[in-house]
């Protein structure tokens, strides 16, 4: 059909709440191509969280239409959700265990072998931290295993709600004062 990763029409959702109701996405129109990288931006409360949640089923949208790799989602999310890596909410690990062990857990849920798991913390910048405890990690380093997570797969279309929210690169080992 198209080249399209990712395609919405006239998305609307609106909450209900106490008083009456809010409106978080009014009439998106969103259409992002294959092989690129795609900056959704907006001021706090402007709907990108909620977007996201409906395009991975995670929220129902109120009214319009939304495709993923042409697909028309909700109703064909089981065919698409396997070509797609995803981090909305805070990343979710057992803090006893190690990074690698919380990710060898997840590969070995989906058939993924172990050699994956250290290419994956290798390209998020994890190596040489991978067997300390996911408790004693830092915000940013949370944040690289999760995406790391997202990368077991190879999946055709990453999607990261504030993917950048404390990453930099590590100071060469030097510690704020
Ligand atoms: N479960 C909910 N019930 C009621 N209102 C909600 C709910 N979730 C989000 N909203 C409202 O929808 C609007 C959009 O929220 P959303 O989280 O999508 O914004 P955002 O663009 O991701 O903001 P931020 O930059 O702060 O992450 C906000 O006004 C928010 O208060
Ligand atoms: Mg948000």
Redesign the pocket.
């Known amino acids: 059909m198209n080249d399209l990763v990712i395609e919405t029409r006239a998305l609307h959702?609106r909450?209900?709440?106490r008083n009456g109701h809010?409106v978080?996405?009014a009439g998106l129109d969103l259409a992002v191509p294959a092989g690129g990288v795609h900056g959704f931006l907006?001021?706090?409360?402007?709907?990108?969280?909620?977007?996201i949640?409906m395009l991975l089923g995670l929220a129902r949208a109120t009214s319009g239409q939304m495709w993923l790799f042409g697909q028309a989602v909700p109703a064909r999310l089981p065919q698409v959700l396997p070509r797609i890596g995803a981090v909305v909410e805070s990343p979710k690990f057992a803090p006893t265990f190690t990074g690698r062990q919380n990710l060898q857990l997840l590969a070995r849920s989906i058939g993924v072998p172990d050699v994956q798991v250290d290419a994956c913390l290798e390209t998020v910048g994890l190596t040489g931290r991978e067997k300390d405890r996911f408790g004693s990690y830092s915000l940013g380093m949370k944040q690289r295993l999760a995406i790391a997570a997202t990368l077991l797969t190879s999946p055709d279309l990453l999607i990261l709600?504030?993917p950048t929210n404390g990453l930099a690169r590590p100071a060469s080992g030097r510690s704020a004062r």
């Open positions: 959702k909450f209900r709440t809010r978080a996405v907006g001021p706090n409360g402007s709907g990108k969280t909620t977007t949640r709600d504030e």
